[in-house]
């Protein structure tokens, strides 16, 4: 292994100083040897320029560089030099390394309040809590307001038999294929959970009413007849600030 590189005094100047250019140090053209070679202020220099370590000694970037040229030379000489898999594996290592650095850096000159933290549990209470809800299946046949007896009559009817058809043991989500004219039958009737106050007052009477698994009545809404099913109902859930508060603080981090 070549000896260690052999330095000037000048070396232990910051490397913030050396930028400012060689002449003004009152370098020698020769800063350091190793291995029989001369580095010269100007390599030196533009290799701490490239580096941007304004806080490195002249020494600490004389070893650096001594290292740097001794890896290339022992590269070029196996043959990696120009081989161009090897040659992006290096630079992506070496951004990746400089990445790495700086955000380590950056984390570590960051700090979060414990209000940032409350400000953002607050904000999110929505996605974080949830009032009692209640899922339901529906078939609806739509109506307008105006309509006749005669066509609510028919659509009464219609349902009624659906209905019975359920009492009998057919499925509610094939009769809401078939029958329902509403945007979840696709789906088998499913509505998206809802909480008290957020629906028909209407629909909501009726499954107030409802055992879980108990089909309704014909029932008259806004937009038409419906059969409600209850299907499920979600307890109230409430997340403790404490349980998220540190997975809320990496996020703001």
Known sequence: MPASPTLPPMASVAAALLLSGCATLGAPDAVATFASRSVECSELQAYAREQGDADATASDLVERYVVDQMLAAEARRIGLARDPETVGRMRAARRDTLLEASEAQLAGDLTVSEEDVAALYEAR??????PEQVVTRIILRKLPA??????VAA?????????AQFLSGVAFADLAVQHSEHPSAS??????????????????????????????????????????LLEDSLTARKVPFADVAVELRGELL
């Open 125 to 130: 209470a929505n996605d974080l809590n949830r």
């Open 146 to 151: 105006n309509a006749s007896r005669r066509a």
């Open 155 to 163: 659509e009464a009817e219609r349902l009624r038999d659906v209905q």
């Open 187 to 228: 789906i088998g009737g499913t509505m998206e959970p809802w909480a008290r106050g957020e629906v028909d007052p209407a629909l909501q009477r009726v499954v107030d009413g409802l055992e879980r698994g108990e089909v309704s009545g014909v029932v008259r809404l806004a937009d038409g007849l419906a059969l409600i």
